[in-house]
């Protein structure tokens, strides 16, 4: 008997995705139901590295959903001052099919990211990294990609830029985690970690679940785009260190990078126990 599974999410109602025609799913929930198929396939194989994920990325219905949230995230123009009403002004369908044609013939280069500093509450600044919109879009086509696959990896008491996740969930868990007694609190913080990420070892473990020789070759052109800061270049392919805090693709590396210490720590606080 055909059970359907209905899910209410950011107001709209949607069907069990595998009971669904593709051709009456939205580009949303084709992604999703793509999304799924990997992380099950991650969750089952921890071991597994998936090698064809390119073709994905430069389908339209994946840049379509990528360019919607973009646009949803809003953001500011890069170093070619395009904004998303440039964008629209331009055509979004021919804007799309540029991407298109440069991921297929394989000549897609990021541009340079633009650095602007958002001042901190200690009187401090942060510095922030501007992709170009196409740049945000193709990265945010890679993460809708790979970020499954990762996600069925991290730990559960991962918390920071994860999706249905937050640091209020984290706040929630930590109140419930002291109410049955456990009292101990490990307390740490990473100082710039974004700019600190070493690429090589970074790349090493992104390779441990993904082989798709493009995709890690987008990931790495985007570690190495040069920083225009006030007017200057700087880093470039020189660089071996950091992943620009404003990328869209940067909280999921980070995370990937972090997973090692989060293993770590849950494994010492195991051990601890007993």
């Not at 991407?99 to 901190?120: A, F, N």
């Amino acid at each position: 008997m055909l059970q359907l599974v209905f899910i209410k999410r950011r107001g709209i109602v949607l069907g069990d995705l595998q009971t669904m025609p593709k051709s009456q799913m939205s580009d949303e929930e084709r992604v999703r139901d793509f999304q799924r198929k990997l992380y099950q396939k991650a969750k089952q194989d921890e071991k597994f590295r998936f090698y064809v994920l390119y073709d994905k990325v430069r389908l339209l219905y994946f840049l379509r959903e990528s360019y919607k949230r973009c646009k949803a995230n809003r953001g500011s123009a890069g170093v070619d001052g395009m904004t998303f009403m440039d964008v629209e002004a331009y055509g979004i369908d021919k804007f799309l099919a540029e991407i298109v044609e440069e991921l297929e013939s394989k000549t897609y280069k990021p541009q340079p990211v633009l650095r602007v500093y958002i001042p901190k509450a200690n009187g401090k600044t942060r510095p922030l990294g501007i992709p170009v919109i196409k740049d945000r879009v193709i990265q945010m086509a890679v993460k809708l990609v790979i970020e499954p696959i990762f996600e069925a990896d991290f730990e559960e008491s991962s918390y920071g830029f994860r999706p249905r996740r937050s640091a209020g969930d984290a706040v929630r868990q930590i109140k419930q985690k002291l109410q049955e007694g456990n009292g101990e609190v490990f307390d740490a913080d990473l100082s710039a970690y974004f700019d600190t990420i070493p690429h090589k070892e970074l790349l090493q473990l992104v390779g441990k679940r993904i082989s798709d020789k493009n995709v890690l070759h987008l990931i790495k052109m985007w570690l190495k785009a040069p920083v225009m800061d006030n007017g200057r270049l700087t880093g470039g392919k020189k660089n071996k260190l950091g992943t620009p805090q404003g990328g869209v693709i940067s909280p999921l590396l980070a995370n990937i990078y972090l997973h090692e210490f989060d293993k770590a720590v849950n494994s010492f606080c195991t051990e601890m126990k007993h």
